[in-house]
């Protein structure tokens, strides 16, 4: 709230000398009139002070002070409309004795919308005002940028999401999983199951999930994790198994909010628990967003330490439970987007480096604004105004955006089924963050169909590390990792008693849109027959020299020799049908024998390797296309028999 003139006037004992009258110009019983309103408004008399500062402006309209005085009141009692009146009067009667009325006025209209007005009276004032106040140049780079917005607004076509998922409550806070089917909101209950009203309003968790007729009518998530006790301002993790949220007040709780989290298991959320020190301090800690990976929490938090009012930090995962919960550790403020004022919602893209957040301190059309700030490497570059119409100078917040980086959820009250309501749009290509695609596949044995829960690491073939792993559910051994475009991938899995199992992510092309992989991966057990391809093992072109990008796969097999040891297998290489048969079938032979030598090389004895070239003779596609050729240029990888004595 802005400094009160009546404060100023209380302190300084200042008359209306000064004020564009002098004192023999007074009259005494309106000034005895005056200093009695100001002892009211001092004891909390307001009505009684505003009755006097009328009856001083009925007797003398030129009295400023009166005028300001009931601008100070209307403004503490959010009458925006009775406080601009008295200041532009109050102004019309001396514009030079008191400067920050032009402020003041200014700041109004800039709450109001009308920002070419407040620069109007922004300049007014500096060039009225000796020391101009600091939230005046602020305000005044806002309305600037305000002005400018509204002149040049961005491509914004809001969509309600429907009935099915709004209501006449209120439905906010939107997350998504990274299929996008699959929307868990927070909506605000005032009634009861037979319409009686709540005697409190009641916070719970619904979800709705989408399939071709549509998004399916929300469901409440239920117990454990919806309770007696308000939940809200949550996120849903990229694979949809784990949800982090907010809850106040609670026995285990270390402050007025602290972060909660469930697992999904078996179909079915665990009991919330605590994510505990040092996310979670005595301060307020709120509005969670996790990382497709799963590596970094964002969320809001008043605590200590910070830059201003409300600040965005950051927690680093440090470590895996045996159980498979997450621990959250290394948290940190992110100084480059926070402010002296308020940062709050933050909500971190699956690409891993674009944040949206909302500011009520970084220019902006008024109330909190929606921001944009992309780690490319070196830190969090300078937030971005999302435009207008965006933002308006309404509050704004609580921006999500899907995988593809093209559609964009966010809660409103303009019009819909009632209340706040959530509602989609299509951001502008300029606000995007990198398009985003993931991998979605079911583990299970190849001869039972039953499903496996073995580990599936994403490798960076480039660096040969691991960028991310998980465990698909043991119920149906479903498992999701988001990948973000640029870089090329392999996905390997193992499991003992079985096959491991390879595939090859190229992403490292142009990627303008999502594309997922969707994967049926049967593991076979490691018996005479069973095959696997080594879809990670790379020559150079029309060559058998195995490319560096190769070094994970290779190590792969190198594992499963060593932990299989009293197996013969056989390294097959295979061609497409470019080329004369002759040479295919040299070429062939010379990449088997190449991966042979590799794995001799790391200690695999070379008995119990066999390496034979198939040329194009094996094909497992359409030679006609290039992607049925690139199948058919493969090197597999089969059991021969097993070693009956030890050599």
């Given at each position: 709230?802005?400094?009160?003139?009546?404060?100023?006037?209380?302190?300084?004992?200042?008359?209306?000398?000064?004020?564009?009258?002098?004192?023999?110009?007074?009259?005494?019983?309106?000034?005895?009139?005056?200093?009695?309103?100001?002892?009211?408004?001092?004891?909390?008399?307001?009505?009684?002070?505003?009755?006097?500062?009328?009856?001083?402006?009925?007797?003398?309209?030129?009295?400023?002070?009166?005028?300001?005085?009931?601008?100070?009141?209307?403004?503490?009692?959010?009458?925006?409309?009775?406080?601009?009146?008295?200041?532009?009067a109050g102004l019309a009667t001396d514009s030079v004795s008191?400067?920050?009325?032009?402020?003041?006025?200014?700041?109004?209209?800039?709450?109001?919308?009308?920002?070419?007005?407040?620069?109007?009276?922004?300049?007014?004032?500096?060039?009225?005002?000796?020391?101009?106040?600091?939230?005046?140049?602020?305000?005044?780079?806002?309305?600037?940028?305000?002005?400018?917005?509204?002149?040049?607004?961005?491509?914004?076509?809001?969509?309600?999401?429907?009935?099915?998922?709004?209501?006449?409550?209120?439905?906010?806070?939107?997350?998504?999983?990274?299929?996008?089917?699959?929307?868990?909101?927070?909506?605000?209950?005032?009634?009861?199951?037979?319409?009686?009203?709540?005697?409190?309003?009641?916070?719970?968790?619904?979800?709705?999930?989408?399939?071709?007729?549509?998004?399916?009518?929300?469901?409440?998530?239920?117990?454990?994790?919806?309770?007696?006790?308000?939940?809200?301002?949550?996120?849903?993790?990229?694979?949809?198994?784990?949800?982090?949220?907010?809850?106040?007040?609670?026995?285990?709780?270390?402050?007025?909010?602290?972060?909660?989290?469930?697992?999904?298991?078996?179909?079915?959320?665990?009991?919330?628990?605590?994510?505990?020190?040092?996310?979670?301090?005595?301060?307020?800690?709120?509005?969670?967003?996790?990382?497709?990976?799963?590596?970094?929490?964002?969320?809001?938090?008043?605590?200590?330490?910070?830059?201003?009012?409300?600040?965005?930090?950051?927690?680093?995962?440090?470590?895996?439970?045996?159980?498979?919960?997450?621990?959250?550790?290394?948290?940190?403020?992110?100084?480059?987007?926070?402010?002296?004022?308020?940062?709050?919602?933050?909500?971190?893209?699956?690409?891993?480096?674009?944040?949206?957040?909302?500011?009520?301190?970084?220019?902006?059309?008024?109330?909190?604004?929606?921001?944009?700030?992309?780690?490319?490497?070196?830190?969090?570059?300078?937030?971005?105004?999302?435009?207008?119409?965006?933002?308006?100078?309404?509050?704004?917040?609580?921006?999500?955006?899907?995988?593809?980086?093209?559609?964009?959820?966010?809660?409103?009250?303009?019009?819909?089924?009632?209340?706040?309501?959530?509602?989609?749009?299509?951001?502008?290509?300029?606000?995007?963050?990198?398009?985003?695609?993931?991998?979605?596949?079911?583990?299970?044995?190849?001869?039972?169909?039953?499903?496996?829960?073995?580990?599936?690491?994403?490798?960076?073939?480039?660096?040969?590390?691991?960028?991310?792993?998980?465990?698909?559910?043991?119920?149906?051994?479903?498992?999701?990792?988001?990948?973000?475009?640029?870089?090329?991938?392999?996905?390997?899995?193992?499991?003992?008693?079985?096959?491991?199992?390879?595939?090859?992510?190229?992403?490292?092309?142009?990627?303008?849109?999502?594309?997922?992989?969707?994967?049926?991966?049967?593991?076979?057990?490691?018996?005479?027959?069973?095959?696997?391809?080594?879809?990670?093992?790379?020559?150079?072109?029309?060559?058998?020299?195995?490319?560096?990008?190769?070094?994970?796969?290779?190590?792969?097999?190198?594992?499963?020799?060593?932990?299989?040891?009293?197996?013969?297998?056989?390294?097959?290489?295979?061609?497409?049908?470019?080329?004369?048969?002759?040479?295919?079938?040299?070429?062939?032979?010379?990449?088997?024998?190449?991966?042979?030598q590799f794995l001799e090389n790391n200690g695999i004895p070379?008995?119990?390797?066999?390496?034979?070239?198939?040329?194009?003779?094996?094909?497992?596609?359409?030679?006609?296309?290039?992607?049925?050729?690139?199948?058919?240029?493969?090197?597999?990888?089969?059991?021969?028999?097993?070693?009956?004595?030890?050599?």
């Amino acid at each position: 709230m802005r400094p009160l003139f009546f404060i100023v006037f209380l302190i300084l004992n200042i008359s209306f000398s000064g004020f564009g009258q002098t004192v023999n110009d007074v009259n005494p019983r309106l000034q005895r009139v005056f200093d009695e309103a100001k002892m009211q408004f001092q004891q909390g008399k307001t009505n009684e002070a505003i009755d006097n500062l009328q009856h001083v402006l009925r007797m003398d309209s030129h009295f400023a002070l009166a005028h300001f005085a009931l601008a100070d009141i209307y403004h503490w009692k959010k009458a925006k409309d009775l406080e601009e009146t008295h200041l532009r009067a109050g102004l019309a009667t001396d514009s030079v004795s008191y400067p920050q009325g032009f402020y003041f006025l200014a700041l109004l209209q800039y709450q109001k919308g009308v920002y070419d007005t407040a620069l109007v009276n922004l300049k007014c004032y500096f060039r009225l005002s000796p020391k101009p106040e600091n939230d005046a140049t602020r305000l005044l780079h806002a309305a600037e940028f305000a002005s400018i917005a509204v002149e040049h607004p961005v491509p914004f076509h809001p969509d309600n999401l429907g009935p099915s998922v709004n209501t006449s409550e209120n439905e906010y806070w939107p997350s998504l999983n990274a299929e996008a089917n699959q929307l868990v909101f927070t909506r605000l209950v005032t009634t009861d199951s037979t319409g009686q009203p709540l005697r409190f309003p009641q916070e719970d968790f619904y979800v709705s999930h989408l399939d071709s007729t549509g998004w399916s009518v929300a469901q409440s998530l239920g117990k454990p994790v919806n309770t007696s006790e308000n939940e809200g301002a949550q996120c849903i993790s990229a694979n949809g198994n784990l949800l982090f949220f907010t809850a106040c007040n609670r026995k285990d709780g270390y402050g007025s909010c602290d972060i909660y989290f469930t697992v999904k298991r078996n179909g079915k959320w665990m009991k919330p628990l605590n994510l505990m020190s040092p996310v979670n301090t005595s301060g307020w800690e709120s509005q969670p967003s996790v990382s497709a990976d799963g590596r970094y929490l964002y969320f809001a938090s008043n605590r200590k330490g910070g830059k201003g009012k409300m600040d965005i930090w950051r927690a680093e995962r440090t470590s895996i439970t045996p159980s498979g919960l997450p621990v959250y550790g290394k948290v940190i403020n992110l100084e480059a987007v926070n402010t002296p004022g308020n940062e709050s919602s933050p909500f971190i893209h699956a690409d891993g480096k674009t944040l949206y957040f909302a500011s009520d301190y970084w220019p902006g059309l008024g109330g909190k604004d929606l921001f944009v700030s992309r780690n490319e490497g070196n830190g969090f570059s300078v937030p971005e105004n999302l435009g207008f119409p965006i933002n308006t100078r309404e509050d704004d917040d609580g921006l999500i955006v899907d995988v593809t980086g093209r559609n964009a959820y966010f809660a409103s009250s303009r019009e819909g089924y009632g209340g706040k309501d959530i509602f989609h749009f299509i951001l502008p290509d300029e606000l995007r963050p990198d398009a985003v695609s993931y991998v979605a596949g079911k583990v299970f044995d190849a001869k039972t169909l039953k499903p496996l829960a073995p580990v599936v690491q994403i490798i960076d073939l480039k660096a040969d590390s691991v960028y991310e792993q998980t465990k698909p559910d043991v119920l149906d051994g479903h498992f999701l990792l988001c990948l973000p475009a640029g870089r090329d991938y392999g996905l390997n899995i193992e499991e003992t008693g079985y096959l491991f199992y390879s595939e090859h992510i190229d992403l490292l092309q142009s990627y303008g849109k999502s594309k997922p992989y969707q994967l049926e991966i049967a593991l076979q057990p490691v018996e005479p027959g069973s095959v696997t391809t080594l879809r990670n093992v790379f020559f150079d072109t029309d060559s058998a020299t195995l490319k560096s990008t190769s070094l994970s796969q290779l190590n792969q097999v190198v594992t499963f020799m060593q932990k299989n040891q009293k197996w013969i297998v056989e390294i097959g290489g295979h061609t497409d049908n470019t080329g004369t048969e002759a040479h295919n079938l040299e070429l062939s032979k010379q990449r088997a024998q190449a991966v042979v030598q590799f794995l001799e090389n790391n200690g695999i004895p070379a008995w119990r390797l066999v390496a034979k070239g198939y040329g194009a003779t094996q094909p497992v596609a359409d030679n006609k296309t290039e992607t049925g050729r690139a199948s058919n240029r493969r090197t597999e990888f089969r059991i021969l028999k097993q070693v009956v004595s030890d050599r």
